[in-house]
């Protein structure tokens, strides 16, 4: 790696990131593409855990929890070596073609399509937040600005017959779990905002 907390040129055995597709870097991972339609999202190192496993294993079980009520590409959560033999912690999953839901312009958004898709989103992280007692993360992306807002949301993914896809659910449990006031704020606040999101659609 180049770098204590980068993995940019990072040469995993038997996969090469393509270093001229970078797709993001969130607060946990880098991600960039790969040869034939897959992205792959890389761990950063934090601290002495350098590619921490249980950053891999409560990802893996974050999706798998909230996959019975948001769509969730194809992922697979890996252990991995470097070529130099250091241990990773790599998630592969299928790229879709579409944009975010952060790039799709209003008056795009609430056909009737979208305005069913906005609604059945409001109803699952409604239903996430009273079952499971947690929300995914749906806002991605470094703190910035509109992380209180779903409309501007960089881990919703709107695809080419307008369906929209939870592209990374892990999230900050902190943040979003129901279990501690922090959380309950900040997760009344993202439901609040779907709930707007689809009542706009439904007035138009």
Not at 101 to 113: C, I, K, N, T
């Amino acid at each position: 790696m180049q770098g204590k907390r980068s993995t940019r040129g990072l040469r995993l055995l038997g996969l090469r990131a393509r270093e001229e597709e970078t797709l993001g870097s969130g607060f946990f991972n880098d991600v960039r593409g790969l040869a034939g339609e897959k992205v792959i999202k890389v761990a950063k190192p934090y601290g002495p855990l350098r590619q921490p496993l249980s950053w891999l294993l409560r990802n893996r079980r974050e999706h798998v929890q909230v996959e019975p009520y948001l769509r969730v590409p194809a992922t697979y959560h890996v252990r991995m070596r470097t070529a130099h033999g250091k241990p990773v912690s790599v998630i592969l999953q299928r790229k879709l073609a579409g944009r975010l839901l952060s790039q799709v312009p209003d008056a795009e958004l609430y056909g009737p399509s979208m305005r069913r898709e906005l609604t059945g989103l409001n109803a699952a992280l409604d239903r996430c937040s009273r079952e499971l007692g947690w929300l995914p993360d749906v806002i991605g992306g470094p703190p910035r600005w509109g992380m209180h807002d779903v409309r501007r949301s960089n881990n919703l993914l709107v695809d080419v017959n307008a369906r929209i896809w939870l592209i990374d659910p892990g999230a900050l449990f902190f943040w979003f779990s129901r279990r501690n006031i922090i959380g309950r704020v900040y997760t009344g606040v993202l439901l609040r905002s779907a709930r707007r999101l689809a009542r706009r659609g439904t007035k138009r």
